[in-house]
């Protein structure tokens, strides 16, 4: 089993609307999970991550993301979409395979609709 | 803001030939990644190195990739010979030490193998 997933390949929601992506997550004990966007032919930059503590993060660009335990989800969220959110976003969790690691999600696009 | 450096951005090789990518760390990273990202899927780890030693490579087809970090600092990811499934990005990222978060990652090099 995927030790993260993301259920959507595709998420579109208009200017100004709430966003979500999801996430859910399949590791025993306390996970740590992170969120990175992509932009075309980029590198992956860091939102996000949780490690402990308050079950909702805040992180750049006015990102947030909900940890629930009981539905081992990390769900990537924020208020009021802009077009320039528009990008690739992955989830991802921290792995021990004979060192720390972290494995990805497959991705979801955001596409923001003007 | 630091960065982790990769080049060449784009590569384009003739099936059979040598292609070579290479990573400059953040100075003072002692964890080095190399990723693999085909189009719409994840980043994978290929390689991952603490200093100069090899931690992790099970992923790393061995019979015609090879990686290097002599001194412990920048990097070396070989391919030889190039196979059309190897078209992807490939990915570097750095981090202090080897806890599994606080990765950096480079704008990655784009391989394209005709």
């Known amino acids: 089993a995927q030790s993260v997933a993301q259920p959507e390949d595709q998420v579109n929601v208009a200017e100004g609307n709430p966003l979500t992506v999801k996430c859910t997550y399949s590791?025993?004990?306390?996970?740590?999970l992170f969120w990175y966007v992509q932009y075309p032919n980029r590198g992956l930059q860091f939102l996000l991550k949780?490690?402990?503590?308050?079950?909702l993060v805040k992180g750049s660009y006015g990102f947030e993301a909900e940890f629930n335990k009981s539905q081992t989800s990390f769900h990537l969220k924020k208020p009021s979409a802009l077009v320039s959110d528009s990008a690739l976003y992955f989830c991802?969790?921290?792995?021990?395979?004979?060192?720390?690691?972290?494995?990805f999600g497959k991705g979801t696009k955001l596409s923001v609709i003007p | 803001e630091a960065e982790v450096a990769q080049s060449p951005r784009y590569k384009i090789t003739e099936k059979s030939q040598a292609v070579a990518f290479w990573c400059d760390p953040i100075?003072?990273?002692?964890?080095l990644y190399w990723y693999r990202q085909i189009l719409g899927q994840g980043p994978e780890l290929l390689v991952q190195?603490?200093?100069?030693?090899?931690?992790?490579d099970s992923q790393l087809p061995k019979d015609r990739f090879s990686a290097e970090r002599l001194k412990g600092v920048d990097s070396t990811l070989k391919i030889q010979p190039a196979e059309l499934g190897d078209s992807a990005m490939y990915l570097c990222?750095?981090?202090?030490?080897?806890?599994?978060?606080?990765?950096?990652f480079g704008s990655g090099t784009r391989l394209t193998v005709v």
């Open positions: 990222a750095s981090s202090l030490s080897g806890d599994g978060y606080g990765y950096t």
């Open positions: 190195f603490q200093d100069e030693s090899v931690v992790d």
């Open positions: 991802a969790v921290r792995e021990w395979a004979g060192s720390y690691q972290l494995t």
């Open positions: 590791v025993s004990g306390n996970p740590y």
């Open positions: 100075s003072g990273h002692a964890t």
């Open positions: 949780y490690i402990t503590g308050d079950n």
